[in-house]
């Protein structure tokens, strides 16, 4: 492979509270890779969708170095969709996992096999729930296959959102593969309250997700 092609299409690097999963509220240094096979309606990351919209171009090694060098304990990999640039984020991964004794987390949006990252990496997938215009490109496999320490989120907007998420979960027993099954209200259209009102009604056993940064007006 060419040194270029060894390049990870980076969007931006950055410290900063963890907002999201069951990781949230810990201090976390953020990797966010450009471009995103998706168009989900909500996006909240929109800058970083375009193949074309990275700031930089980074090794795997380099990348690795810049995160254990902030001397954080956590490091999450996102994007855009990091798992476009599957190969290289392998090798970044597996770079992180010899070099440091940090907490590897990837988030996904489900769509893309994940099945052979390295053992260490923390995958949090990203249901596509029907509000975002996606739900029919997630790759199946990945939600067979959880371990305990994954996680699975469902970003909801509405009844109907709340509604698939419950079938989601019967059908696949996810709560059989992992207790990390995050139920993520949409800022601006889905009322926290009445999504909390509706897990209690259903005593659903998952874990309201509510996005911290936003809370604190960090990224
Ligand atoms: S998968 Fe994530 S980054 Fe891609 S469009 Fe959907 S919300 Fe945005």
């Not at 029907?130 to 305990?148: Q, T, V």
């Not at 005593?203 to 809370?215: E, I, T, V």
């Amino acid at each position: 492979m060419t040194q270029q092609k060894r390049k990870l299409k980076v969007f931006e690097c950055f410290s900063s509270i963890q907002g999201e999963s069951t990781y949230a509220g810990r201090p976390c240094y953020f990797i966010r890779l450009a471009g995103c096979n998706l168009r989900c309606s909500y996006c909240d990351t929109e800058k970083a969708l375009s193949f074309d919209s990275f700031t930089e171009t980074v090794s795997p090694e380099d990348l690795a170095k810049r995160a254990i060098d902030s001397g954080l304990d956590l490091v999450e990999i996102t994007g855009g969709e990091p798992l476009v640039q599957y190969e290289n984020v392998c090798v970044l991964c597996e770079r992180l996992a010899a070099a440091s004794s940090m907490t590897i987390l990837l988030e996904t949006n489900g769509s893309i096999d994940g099945s052979t990252l390295p053992p260490e990496v923390i995958r949090i997938f990203d249901w596509k729930t029907p509000s975002s215009g996606e739900s029919s490109k997630m790759n199946l496999a990945n939600f067979r296959f959880l371990r305990a320490c994954d996680e699975v989120k469902f970003v909801i907007a509405n009844r109907t959102d709340y509604e698939f998420m419950l079938r989601k979960v019967k059908e696949f027993s996810l709560f059989r593969l992992t207790k990390n099954i995050l139920a993520s209200p949409v800022s601006g259209s889905m009322d926290a309250k009445e999504l909390v009102s509706w897990m209690l009604e259903d005593k659903f056993p998952g874990r309201l997700n509510l996005q911290l940064h936003k809370f604190l007006g960090v990224r």
